[in-house]
Structures are given as C-alpha cells and as structure tokens.
C-alpha cells in the first residue's frame, strides 16, 4: 500500500492535513508528482512524503531548494517501481475515476420480480444483474 502525505508542523507536533492511499504505483507516482507541483507550498515548511507499507520511498520539503537533502527536482528518477515525471501519461485519468457502493432494498414483490428478470437475462448474481442493466441503458 502506497501513501502519499502533505504534513506540516505545527505547535502540538505533527500534522498531516492531505493524504492518498493506493495499492498501484502508477496512481502513488502520479499523485507524488501532482503533489510536489503545488506551487501555493512553495517556501512554505511543508513536507510531501510518499511511502509504501510504512517505509519512506521518497520526501520533498517546499522551504528547500535544489542540491539540499530531502528536495526532489522536478526532473528526479523516483525508486522502482515508481515513475519519473516524464514517464507519466498526464492525460490518464483512469485513477480518478470514483467508485460508488449502494444498497437496494426490496419488497418481498420486487424481490420476485428481480429473480425472474435475472432468470430471464441468465445472469446468476444480482451484482451482475445491475452491472448488465447499466450497460445497457
């Protein structure tokens, strides 16, 4: 699992006040760069850190400045699996695409009416059932 944070400093220690979590490197690179892009946390004491399973992958601080430890130039080669800036395809938003979870509840004479639509279409889960309707609609 890949997390990528914005954490600052503040007067009682800590404080992570931005953060991603995914299991695909390709989503944890892009967020990475997406992040360190931010221009508004320029000069700011503000520290990006991406991790994967609890160990630090990478760190960039905004109030440092190129050849300083722990800033990542924008033309940097981050550890594999990861990607480099320039290895991105930008206009993939697969990653962004949201996903939805719901339930249905159904009167003992809905109920029976969707048995005998998903008997009909030969679909054997409801799941299947309402991802087979949507994709026909």
């Not at 991105?88 to 697969?94: F, G, K, R, T, V």
């Not at 949201?98 to 969707?114: C, S």
Request: overall charge positive; proline content about 3%.
């Amino acid at each position: 699992m890949y997390k990528i944070y914005y954490l600052r400093t503040t007067d009682y220690g800590t404080e992570v006040f931005d953060k991603k979590t995914t299991n695909s490197s390709v989503t944890a690179s892009k967020t990475f760069w997406e992040y360190r892009d931010n221009k508004e946390h320029e000069s700011k004491k503000i520290l990006l850190l991406l991790t994967q399973d609890s160990l630090q992958l990478v760190s960039h601080r905004f109030d440092k400045r190129d050849g300083q430890s722990d800033f990542v130039p924008l033309n940097q080669t981050l550890p594999s699996p990861l990607l480099s800036r320039h290895e991105i395809d930008w206009n993939d938003n697969a990653h962004r695409k949201k996903k939805f979870q719901f339930q249905v509840f159904l009167d003992p004479e809905d109920q029976i009416k969707l048995e005998l639509a998903m008997e009909k279409s030969g679909t054997q889960t409801k799941k299947g059932f309402l991802i087979q309707c949507l994709n026909n609609k």
